[in-house]
């Protein structure tokens, strides 16, 4: 099932560079791959910690509700045996969709959170305010976003108090819900202009897109489907604003790749704030890794680029999906070298910048 996916290289390399499986994965291995795991597993040299340390992870970032605590967090910055960075990543979606159910429930927690009263506007407004600066507090230095659309269209403060009452008492058409989100998505662009949070966002997919499987097993089950995106007008109001302003920065990913070469790369291209996302989810395979530098090169270079930011679950697979794609990227750099259009000194240093200087730069490392 797995033949010729990118799934079948990552769970290859996995088994084989780290766990040390020499077998192929079928019926007739099954068994014996699982007790050979198993038994890796049980020793100290394969413990999380010690995995960290082994595949090299500079800085790891987990996605975290504006609700949490991040005691975690906090755990790991007072342990004096753990020196490696653990950092939140402040991700507020569900508090932005009032057409949602159950958004007046997490506005209320957001609020005991912030410890400040959201049954109004501007409370609800402080409250993620407030709840950012407690993420910087504990490391973090990134906003993840994610919703159907990045449209960033501004509302009078009058009449975004007025949705967010009719929201709350459960009157609030859909037309006034996605009006909210999208101009609480240019609010929360307006915070990262002052709190310096990075702003990342990566639309445009139709979560749960089979109903009865979510009812069944629940969200991320496999039923997520990429939906068209557009970029170009739908931040203008966000960019006119903040995109040449000094402190913000703007990663954009995508699944849609029609808009890699026709809008991404021409905004990184001129907003000093702007980044291209390299691929990731549906797009982090071979082929599509190779579509996207030739899309975006051109027009943004290699400096506009964000450097693979993995997003994987599987720890495991960490170091595979970064070794797929620096292989990618260097094949990439050759071809500009044996056609003449960049000197081999550059590419060896552009290898090492994609890797150790892009991430940081764009990301505030």
């Known amino acids: 099932m797995f033949r010729g996916t990118p799934v079948r290289h990552w769970l290859d390399a996995e088994l084989g560079e780290i766990f040390g499986v020499a077998e192929r994965p079928g019926p007739g291995t099954a068994d014996l791959i699982y007790d050979q795991v198993a038994e890796r597993l049980a020793d100290p040299a394969f413990r999380p910690r010690a995995l960290f340390r ?30 490696a960075r653990v950092v939140p990543t402040f991700r507020p979606d569900r508090y932005l969709e009032p057409g949602q159910d159950g958004w007046d429930k997490a506005v209320a927690r957001l609020g005991e959170a912030a410890d400040t009263d959201t049954s109004g506007y501007g409370g609800y407004v402080r409250a993620l305010e407030a709840r950012r600066r407690h993420f910087i507090e504990h490391g973090a230095t990134s906003a993840d976003h994610s919703h159907a659309d990045v449209r960033t269209d ?49 639309p445009a997919v139709r979560r749960n897109h089979h109903p009865p499987t979510l009812r069944r097993h629940g969200p ?105 794609s620096r292989r990618l990227d260097c094949g990439f750099l050759a071809e500009l070298v044996a056609e003449h259009r960049m000197a081999e000194d550059e590419a060896f240093e552009t290898a090492v910048e994609l890797v150790t200087v892009n991430p940081r730069r764009a990301f505030k490392l």
């Open 220 to 324: 991320d089950t496999g039923h997520d489907i990429p939906l068209r995106a557009e970029f170009t007008d739908a931040l203008r109001p966000l960019l006119e604003r903040y995109g040449t302003a000094g402190g913000f920065q703007l990663a954009l990913f995508t699944m849609d790749e029609t808009v890699f070469s026709r809008e991404i790369a021409p905004l990184a291209g001129f907003y000093p704030s702007v980044y291209a996302g390299a691929p990731w989810w549906f797009l982090d395979a071979p082929d599509a890794i190779r579509r996207f530098r030739r899309a975006v090169t051109e027009t943004a270079g290699f400096s506009r680029t964000t450097g693979f930011i993995d997003d994987t679950r599987a720890f495991c697979s960490i170091p595979a999906r970064h070794d797929m």
């Open 54 to 83: 082994r595949f090299g992870i500079d800085v790891l970032a987990t996605t975290d509700d504006p609700c949490d605590d991040l005691a975690a967090h906090r755990t790991l910055a007072d342990d004096p045996g753990w020196t």
């Open 154 to 202: 501004p509302l009078p403060e009058p009449e975004a108090a007025r949705i967010y009452r009719a929201a709350l008492a459960g009157t609030a058409t859909e037309a006034e819900t996605v009006a909210f989100r999208r101009h609480m998505l240019l609010e929360m662009g307006r915070m990262s202009s002052e709190d310096g949070l990075v702003m990342t966002l990566h």
